[in-house]
């Protein structure tokens, strides 16, 4: 079953993600959610695994294991649909033309720095918004793992303008503007 990324019900929408899989494993103090299909929901997004899996980590209050993408807790997966449905609304989709075809970057303006989101298909170019404290924790996910050096955004094919995405990629560089 699919989920649109915009939160609604048309069949059409060309947007959509897997429902989450998970399973609960273990007891007592020791319990544990396993997300048994992450791969293909953050393909989808175009985000990677570690950034989705902290937000989610960070909104349930859990802490996540990145070598066996899971959370610790039991978590109903009608509440997790809420935290990635939120994800999507705020940190992925163009304010603009309302499509997830963004890709972050980092802007620093007299020593402030905000996370820019870059759409492929309108070029629009805008600050994530504070809007609750989760999304601030989020921006905070997303600036951290931009700022390693090691880190690129994977862009999936097929998720994004090919040509647009590629010279965007060619222009972000977080460390050009540090």
């Given at each position: 079953m699919?989920?649109?990324?915009?939160?609604?019900t048309?069949?059409?929408y060309?947007y959509t993600?897997?429902?989450?899989?998970?399973?609960?494993?273990?007891k007592g103090?020791?319990?544990?959610?396993?997300?048994n299909?992450i791969?293909e929901?953050?393909?989808?997004i175009n985000h990677?695994k570690?950034i989705l899996?902290g937000?989610?980590?960070?909104?349930?209050?859990s802490?996540?294991?990145?070598?066996?993408?899971?959370i610790t807790g039991?978590?109903?997966i009608?509440?997790?649909?809420?935290?990635?449905?939120?994800?999507i609304?705020?940190l992925?989709?163009?304010p603009?033309?309302?499509?997830p075809?963004?890709?972050?970057k980092?802007?620093?303006?007299k020593k402030v720095?905000?996370?820019?989101?870059c759409?492929s298909?309108?070029?629009?170019e805008?600050?994530?918004?504070?809007?609750?404290?989760?999304i601030d924790k989020?921006i905070d996910?997303?600036y951290?793992y931009?700022n390693?050096?090691d880190?690129t955004?994977?862009?999936?094919k097929?998720t994004?303008?090919?040509?647009d995405?590629?010279?965007?990629i060619?222009e972000?560089?977080p460390?050009d503007?540090l």
């Amino acid at each position: 079953m699919t989920l649109n990324m915009n939160g609604t019900t048309d069949p059409n929408y060309r947007y959509t993600i897997d429902t989450p899989k998970i399973t609960i494993y273990g007891k007592g103090n020791g319990i544990y959610t396993k997300f048994n299909n992450i791969n293909e929901i953050c393909k989808s997004i175009n985000h990677p695994k570690d950034i989705l899996m902290g937000y989610i980590a960070s909104a349930t209050g859990s802490n996540y294991n990145a070598l066996q993408d899971t959370i610790t807790g039991e978590h109903k997966i009608e509440d997790l649909i809420v935290i990635i449905l939120e994800y999507i609304k705020y940190l992925v989709m163009c304010p603009k033309c309302n499509i997830p075809e963004t890709i972050p970057k980092i802007q620093v303006e007299k020593k402030v720095k905000t996370i820019l989101l870059c759409c492929s298909a309108c070029k629009n170019e805008s600050s994530i918004k504070y809007v609750n404290k989760q999304i601030d924790k989020g921006i905070d996910i997303i600036y951290k793992y931009l700022n390693k050096k090691d880190n690129t955004w994977i862009i999936s094919k097929g998720t994004m303008v090919q040509s647009d995405a590629n010279s965007l990629i060619n222009e972000i560089n977080p460390f050009d503007s540090l």
